[in-house]
Nanobody, 114 residues
């Protein structure tokens, strides 16, 4: 199983970015894919998750601003981030869970300037 995160970059406050997580070796239907982030000096936190059946969940810190979605044909999970704030600056990671197994992708850096 491999996960490849991409799409990070520098954006001004109020702007938008879309992150992608390309997944190989895993079936979406029996897996959950989540986005986490880790800001400097802080613990890694889960911010969005999409379950095998398509149900989604969000942390309060991003609810209403971020949207997780997936494209089955491309085996890719997206994180659309709108109304970005400087406090959203972090390295963003995607993670796959299937039963008791989990896999992490490499991080992609998002920097939001004020």
């Amino acid at each position: 199983v491999q996960l490849q995160a991409s799409g990070g970059g520098l954006v001004q406050a109020g702007g938008s970015l879309r992150l992608s997580c390309a997944v190989s070796g895993l079936t979406f239907g029996n897996s959950a894919i989540a986005w986490f982030r880790q800001a400097p000096g802080k613990e890694r936190e889960g911010i969005a998750r999409i379950y095998g059946g398509g149900t989604t969940g969000y942390a309060d810190s991003v609810k209403g601003r971020f949207t997780i979605s997936r494209e089955l044909a491309r085996k890719t999970v997206y994180l659309q981030m709108n109304s970005l704030k400087p406090e959203d600056t972090a390295v963003y990671y995607c993670k796959a869970d299937r039963g008791i197994a989990s896999w992490w992708g490499q991080g992609t850096l998002v920097t939001v300037s004020s």
